[in-house]
């Protein structure tokens, strides 16, 4: 399973206080999370417990892969801590 951005579309990304990991889709692929490859890494995290949000830009909605026990309420509320935890350490909006 090759995951590298530059071939799959995607780039895997865990931001610092966070749990969830953020997909980021490259605007040129946008349909690429949904290859094979992305499903079966989406389902590998969610099999250890880790919530996946894959942003596909500011025109498209983020979709949202919730582990079992856990709702898409709290993934945002995660993503959206450690965004104000990664302001409070002087990092960039």
Do not use: W
């Amino acid at each position: 399973m090759n995951i590298k951005p530059d071939v799959c579309g995607v780039m895997f990304d865990l931001p610092k206080y966070a749990k969830t990991i953020i997909a980021y889709v490259d605007p040129a692929r946008p349909y690429s999370h949904q290859t094979i490859t992305i499903i079966t890494m989406i389902r590998a995290l969610l099999n250890v417990g880790r919530g996946v949000m894959v942003y596909r830009g500011k025109r498209h909605k983020r979709i949202f892969f919730v582990p079992r026990g856990a709702t898409e309420m709290q993934l945002r509320g995660d993503l959206m801590n450690a965004h104000k935890k990664h302001i409070a350490d002087g990092g960039v909006p």
